[in-house]
Structures are given as C-alpha cells and as structure tokens.
C-alpha cells in the first residue's frame, strides 16, 4: 500500500545576546560546566526575572522575517512541570500570544519552490544541559536561562528533503539577521520531528509519532528515513501506530520508543506573573523591519531571474551571506555576472576550503578581482595566467598589477610568431593532423597545449585556437 508521509517540525535555536533571557548571566559557549550562572538562573529564593531587550528586538526581526503577525502586546507564560533541568520548576515562555503566528517562508527543495507554513515562533528560556551516564547524571546551567526562540510548523512537509530544505532556510535566516550562530555541534540549534504516516488519498492524518531533540541535519534526515520505512512495515503487517515519543540513537541510526503519550500534558500555562505585558509599537517594529536584509531565497531567485546564473551557483554563493555580499559587489562594479559567479564558486571557494579561511580574511577585494577580469578580456593575460596571479595576489597581498608587473607575465597576440610555432608543431606531427581531420577534435587540444607549452603560457589560446585550425586546413 501507498502512504502520505505528513512532517511537522519543531526548532529550537538559541538567540545570540550578550546576555540570558531573564537574567545578567553571560549568555556565552563554556567549556566548563556551570561557569555563566547566577542566583536568577538557580531560581534563589526572593530573585525576579528582567526581561532581555536584545532578546525581543531579535525575536520580532525573526518573526517578521518568516511573515508572521506580531501581536500587539507582548507576553509570557508560566509552564509548569518539574524536571532536573528546571531549577525553578517551571520555564517561561510563550504560548496565549507568542511574537509570531500564522506565517511562512519559501523554500527551495531542489529547484522547486515548497512553501511552508509556519504555526508559531515563541520566545523562551532554555533548560539546563544533562550528561546522562550509568548511575548518575551531570547537570551544567550554563544553559540555563539562554533565550530561546522556538519555530513551529504546520504539518505541510511531506518528506525527508523537504524537511532538511526548510531547516537549511531557517539557518539562514537566523545567521543572515544576526540573530544566532545556529551551530548545530554546540547544541544551539535542535529539532523535534512530528512524523504520520495515512493511507494514500486520505482525508485524515495518520497516528503522530514525535522525535524529540535531534541535533543535527544529517541526523534529522536519518531518523525521518527510518520513521517513514518503521511505520510502513508496521502498517503493512496490520499493526497499529501508536502516539509516542521516540528518541534517535545516532549509533545504529534507529529510533527507540520513549514514552506512550496518551493525551496531551496539562503544563497548566497561566501568564507569568513577575513579568507585565507591554506593548509593542508600530514603529518600533519597522524600524526592526528595516534591518532584514535580503534572505537565501530572495537572493537565489534574483541571482537565476536576473542575472541568468544556475540554480546550483546561485545555491552555492548564498550558503554564506559574506560570500553573497562579496559577488554582489562584483556586480556592483560592471563585472559580468556569470564571470563573478564562476570566479567566486570555483576558484575563490575552493582556496577559502582548502585554507580554511572565510572571504572576510581573502586580501584579494572585488576591485582587484575586476583587474584580474579586465586583463583578460583585453587579451593582456590568458585564463591560465589569471588564476596564477590570484593565487600570488592572496599569498604575497600585493595588487594583481604589481604582481603581473613582478612576474613578467603578458599575453602574446603576435600573429606571425604564433604561427611560426604553430607551423612547426604541425610539421612534427603529421599523423596527429590526420587523425583530427578524420574526427578527433580531441587533437585541437593537444596542439593548443604545445603552443603554450613553447610560449610559457604566453599565447592567447583563442588566437592560437585559430591559427592552428587555419594551417591544418591548408595542408
């Protein structure tokens, strides 16, 4: 039997502030444990939280950027249940009237465009860590009291793909508007899976299964995988589904059941009592409006609508908002778009990837790439020449004129001693010649690279291109 695979996400992703959400711990990543704590975050008796101001201008700027509406007044809600990572007892959060409901953003899945819905985005307090081992476990409130901002989507994912392109989005817009690092290997962003499956053409949904804290995409993508094929193989066998809570063990890449859940928890929410509500002005909330900058996805369409270049460059040059801004300039300069998108995506990643550096650090500016790009489409330098001197220009940090100038390099165009050359390959290579005319077009190639070879990367290869296929044709 066919099924309809139906995904909810849940994301967790700590905001970046100097900060905690309701206390002057800084909010900072620590190797040793319980070193960013305070009596507010131990939840002393006689302390009172203070709300982070930083913490909700990026939480609107966040709401705003997934086309949510922002409520008029701002809330917290006390939810109650105890768990040892809870020192009050209770977490604030949000959930009578979050900063965000009801919105949604676009994503690319491949080169289609999926829109997903966002239920809500509420701003809370993050728990402490635990480190379970044998007989006992660690506790670390370095965590404590972070402010948290937690995305919900309406069940509108219907597969694996789908699910990691929207978490991949949802990265980067956090890190496109500064508001967290969203590191996955610092556990500053987690994922909760709602995962059914319902017979093909159903009108209702299937038996949600949930999987809790799932912290890396690769992981969110394996245990989606392996939900899907495990309720599959329950179904066709005639089993029932039943409501859980599963955990997802990244040794054997199963998922191991948790706890039954039966019915919804009662967390008995009520408004927070020691923080008022306030209310969020208009002009406050476009001025934080005016500080979103053009996203992934706004880029991606722009870069393939308006300047002609793939799916693939485009995805590749806003996987990092420096790199977008670096081919952006570019383009402010007159630099030809596909000749900045092949510069930044083969050459310039490439020496970021094996160097390990960011395009911040890279000495070579925009100016000097629209140098290299000049020379060339001049005929002063051949492509081959180029790529050696950008790869001089970001090791010595001289200009790319300096460095033409230091290394004697020019381009010849200099028909006649070209094809005096050229002239002379042909003669030592009779049979070559022949079997280009009988069809291996290949053989251009192999003379092009002869000339070169005598010219020390000289000759303008298109000339050359030329010449040899105007001597070849007259013998």
Known sequence: M???????????????????????????????????????????????????????????????????????????????????????????????????????????????????????????????????????????????????????????????????????????????????????????????????????????????????????????????????????????????????????DDVDCKTYRMREKVESIDYKYFIEPNIPPYKLEKEFIEEIRKTIPPLQFERISKYINEYGISHYDASVIVKDKSVAEYFEKCLELGINPKTSANWVTSIILAHLNKTETSIEDLYLTPKMLKQIINLIEEGKISSKQAKEVFYKVVEDKKGPLKIIEELGIKQTSDDSAIRTIVQSILDNNQNLIEEYKGGRSNVLDFFVGQVMKQTRGQANPMMTSSIIKEEIGKR
């Open 2 to 248: 066919e099924y309809e695979v139906t995904i909810g996400l849940e994301v967790h992703c700590e905001v970046k502030t100097h900060t905690k959400m309701f206390s002057p711990s800084l909010n900072a990543y620590e190797e040793m444990a319980n070193s960013n704590v305070t009596e507010i975050d131990l939840a002393f008796p006689g302390v009172l939280p203070t709300v982070n101001y930083e913490a909700v201008k990026k939480a609107v700027k966040m709401s705003l950027a997934l086309n949510c509406k922002v409520p008029e007044k701002m809330y917290f809600d006390r939810k109650n249940y105890y768990y040892a990572d809870l020192p009050k007892g209770y977490q604030i959060t949000q959930t009578h009237d979050p900063v965000g409901t009801n919105g949604y953003i676009n994503v690319y899945v491949g080169e289609e465009v999926k829109k997903v819905l966002i239920h809500d985005i509420h701003l809370e307090e993050d728990t402490a860590s635990l480190d379970h081992y044998d007989n006992y476990s660690l506790i670390d409130y370095n965590r404590a009291g972070i402010p948290l901002l937690e995305t919900v989507t309406e069940p509108c994912l219907h597969s694996a793909e789908e699910a990691l392109a929207f978490l991949d989005a949802l990265r980067k817009i956090f890190i496109y508007c500064d508001i967290s690092e969203a590191r996955t290997d610092r556990g500053q962003m987690r994922c909760d899976v709602n995962i059914s499956l319902a017979p093909k053409g159903s009108q209702v949904l299937g038996t949600k299964v949930e999987m809790k804290n799932i912290n890396s995409f690769a992981n969110v993508k394996a245990a989606i995988e392996y939900e899907i094929e495990r309720q599959k193989e329950a179904l066709n066998k005639g089993e029932r589904i039943i409501q859980e809570t599963r955990r997802y």
